[in-house]
């Protein structure tokens, strides 16, 4: 495995700024010009006027001292989801394969160094995006299948380099949906290849789980539950029990999702888990919008109710959902009820401080009403949220024997305007850019904006270079194979240069 770009630094480390975000008896609290004080990666003081020695202290002046975000649904490719934004419907723009495409034999797009290298780009925006915890979730349309332990071996080698903590395992299915001829949405299912693909998932947590010191760790992605038979859910979950490992599966996230799972199965999504027993504290269900009812859905059923008495998160991720005309209902609500919350982004970029703001914007229209949620709702749901549906009490909040995941919010930056409160302003007008520095496990992984080691311009070359490549082989899994041009629009009509000029 790669070395890691940062190493801790000895001795006690002091940080102060106007706003320090500690934790104590059961929530977050401001400490104004607070003080916080870790060492070998995890936190022994936060408050006021420690008492002890320290080796350095670092004074970040008008910023906010916080504990890192928790992104339980974290973008690990060039992000295909953002061709969609305009252009619809989703199953004649290469988001749902043809049956044709399937005939001809699926094949990788990408290369494997590709591959590789998207899982360190990615992961190096999330950190500077103020993640210090992610699982990582990738699109399956340009898969030959499902993802390979392979390139989850280079996937742990660049979050372990870059100093990211990173729950990882390949995702997998026993199914894919289609787009026949006349336009109608099925499934194909080839389960023998779905059940080995995740025995080697089981394999790679077993190598995995604990590595680079503890950054880390794994988990079981199948990818989605209408691409699942019976027996790879009851499976995943048995393996999930075994390895104490969270298991994640996106679920309730679109009309066509619901509907195929109910014309299969005669049960709701939710029901349908609920009946394998794969529903438990460990499982991770993105996105939990199309649920009964709610607006989205009118059949009466149970299906919040049952992923709250099972103790199941939701991954709320509204940025994505809203980029799409849907949201939860809402998001006050479900934490009235009881459910389990916590945050991911889904898509580019992965801004965690957009989708919160986002969040909170629907959720209050949805309510019809200011009062369903406040800031410190949201961010609760980014740190703790996240760090309680991965059972890590030492995650998401700055504490004494916590972590030393810690984050440093500019508050100077000229676009917050004035600052009313730390976290309020940052929902307000923040930005995942207003991060400045980044700690995870006691490593400085970011400091002034500059990840070491990784040239942020270069990157986004290749990326954009990677993703054209992409674009262009498009045609050959869109419905009836139209060229490029038809399937991306332009939002203007678009005058070519002149030859020569």
Same mark, same amino acid.
């Given at each position: ?8 630094? $000895?001795?006690r480390?002091?940080?102060t ?7 104590r008896?059961?929530r977050h609290r401001?400490?104004e010009?607070g ?9 022994i003081?936060t408050?006021?006027g420690?008492?002890g020695e320290?080796?350095?202290? %670092?004074d970040?002046g ?7 975000f ?11 989801? %953002?061709?969609?934004y305009?252009?619809?419907p ?11 495409y399937l ?8 290369? /494997?160094e590709?591959?590789?290298f998207?899982?360190a780009?990615a992961?190096? +925006?999330?950190i500077r995006?103020g993640i210090? +915890? ?7 349309f ?6 390979t332990?392979? $390139?989850f ?6 979050a372990?380099?870059?100093?990211l903590r990173a729950?990882l395992g ?12 006349d336009?109608? %949405?099925?499934?194909?299912y080839?389960e ?6 995740l025995?080697a998932?089981?394999?790679? &947590?077993?190598?995995? =789980?604990?590595?680079a010191?503890g ?7 199948p990818?989605r539950?209408? +691409?699942?038979?019976?027996e790879l859910l009851r499976? +995943?979950?048995?393996?999930s029990?075994?390895?104490d490992?969270?298991v994640?599966?996106? &679920? &309730?996230?679109?009309?066509?999702e619901y ?5 299969q199965?005669g049960?709701?999504p939710?029901e349908?888990?609920?009946s394998?027993?794969f529903?438990d ?5 993105p996105?939990?919008v199309?649920v009964?009812?709610?607006?989205h859905?009118t059949?009466p059923?149970?299906?919040?109710a049952?992923?709250r008495?099972a ?5 709320? &991720?509204?940025?994505?959902?809203g980029?799409?005309g ?8 479900? /934490?009235?009820?009881?459910?389990r919350?916590g ?8 801004? #965690? %401080? #957009?989708?919160?703001q ?6 209050r229209v949805?309510?019809?009403s200011v #009062?369903a949620c406040?800031? $410190?709702?949201?961010?609760?749901a ?8 991965l059972?890590r ?7 004494p ?5 810690i ?11 004035q ?5 309020q ?7 995942g850019?207003?991060?400045?520095t980044v700690?995870?496990d006691g490593?400085?992984?970011?400091e002034?904006r500059l990840?070491?080691g990784?040239? =942020?311009a ?12 992409l #674009?262009?082989?498009?045609?050959e899994r869109t ?6 041009? =038809? ?7 678009v $005058?070519?240069a002149?030859?020569?000029?």
């Amino acid at each position: 495995m790669s070395p890691r770009a940062a190493k801790r630094p $000895e001795g006690r480390i002091l940080l102060t700024a106007r706003w320090l975000l500690g934790h104590r008896d059961g929530r977050h609290r401001l400490y104004e010009h607070g003080e916080i004080v870790f060492e070998d990666g995890a936190v022994i003081f936060t408050g006021h006027g420690f008492p002890g020695e320290v080796a350095r202290r %670092i004074d970040y002046g008008h910023a906010l001292i916080g504990p890192g975000f928790i992104d339980l649904d974290a973008l690990s490719d060039l992000d295909t989801t %953002i061709l969609a934004y305009d252009n619809q419907p989703a199953w004649r723009k290469g988001r749902v394969w043809p049956r044709s495409y399937l005939d001809a034999g699926p094949y990788e797009m990408y290369a /494997r160094e590709e591959l590789a290298f998207q899982k360190a780009h990615a992961f190096a +925006t999330l950190i500077r995006n103020g993640i210090t +915890t992610a699982l990582p979730i990738a699109s399956l349309f340009y898969r030959a299948w499902g993802e390979t332990a392979q $390139e989850f071996e280079d996937a742990a080698g660049a979050a372990a380099k870059l100093g990211l903590r990173a729950y990882l395992g390949p995702a997998y299915r026993t199914g894919n949906q289609l787009v026949e001829a006349d336009g109608a %949405i099925t499934t194909h299912y080839d389960e023998p290849r779905g059940l080995a693909e995740l025995d080697a998932a089981i394999g790679f &947590c077993r190598r995995h =789980e604990g590595a680079a010191d503890g950054l880390i760790r794994t988990m079981l992605a199948p990818d989605r539950i209408e +691409t699942s038979t019976a027996e790879l859910l009851r499976r +995943t979950a048995a393996a999930s029990r075994e390895l104490d490992v969270p298991v994640r599966l996106h &679920c &309730c996230q679109s009309k066509t999702e619901y509907d195929l799972v109910l014309a299969q199965h005669g049960m709701s999504p939710p029901e349908w888990l609920d009946s394998l027993g794969f529903l438990d504290e460990r499982s991770l269900l993105p996105h939990g919008v199309f649920v009964s009812g709610s607006r989205h859905v009118t059949r009466p059923g149970r299906d919040l109710a049952i992923i709250r008495d099972a103790g199941a998160t939701i991954v709320h &991720c509204p940025l994505v959902s809203g980029r799409h005309g849907n949201a939860i209902d809402h998001f006050g609500r479900y /934490r009235e009820i009881g459910l389990r919350i916590g945050m991911g982004t889904d898509t580019s970029p992965p801004d #965690m %401080i #957009m989708n919160l703001q986002i969040g909170m914007i629907l959720a209050r229209v949805a309510a019809g009403s200011v #009062m369903a949620c406040r800031s $410190e709702d949201y961010y609760d749901a980014a740190t703790i949220g996240g760090a309680d549906a991965l059972r890590r009490p030492d995650l998401g909040r700055l504490q004494p024997g916590s972590r030393a995941d810690i984050t440093v919010f500019d508050l100077d930056a000229p676009h917050l305007g004035q600052v009313i409160d730390p976290i309020q302003t940052m929902l307000l007008a923040g930005h995942g850019r207003d991060f400045s520095t980044v700690i995870i496990d006691g490593r400085f992984v970011m400091e002034d904006r500059l990840i070491p080691g990784v040239d =942020e311009a270069a990157e986004k070359r290749r990326a954009q270079a990677q993703f054209e490549g992409l #674009m262009a082989r498009y045609p050959e899994r869109t419905h009836g194979h139209p060229p490029a041009s =038809e399937i991306f629009s332009s939002s203007y009509p678009v $005058e070519p240069a002149q030859a020569g000029r």
